[in-house]
């Protein structure tokens, strides 16, 4: 995203290809794979669900924090 390049700077591309790795799925997102779950969210069938914390990282978050 342009705030990622605006806080990664000279790093933004080494930033995003460290965080692709971290990930259980090895790369980053699409664009309609965050955007289909937004979508779901928008839709009657969603209309349950409240006050969750939707992941949609690909597994980073499963991911340790002291992984290299």
Known sequence: ???????????????????????????????????SVVALLCTPEARYVTAQIIMVDGGLTLASPLAE
């Open 1 to 35: 995203s342009d705030s990622s390049r605006m806080y990664f700077r000279a790093d933004f591309e080494r930033a995003m290809k460290v965080t692709a790795e971290r990930t259980a799925l090895k790369r980053l997102p699409e664009l309609d794979e965050v955007a």
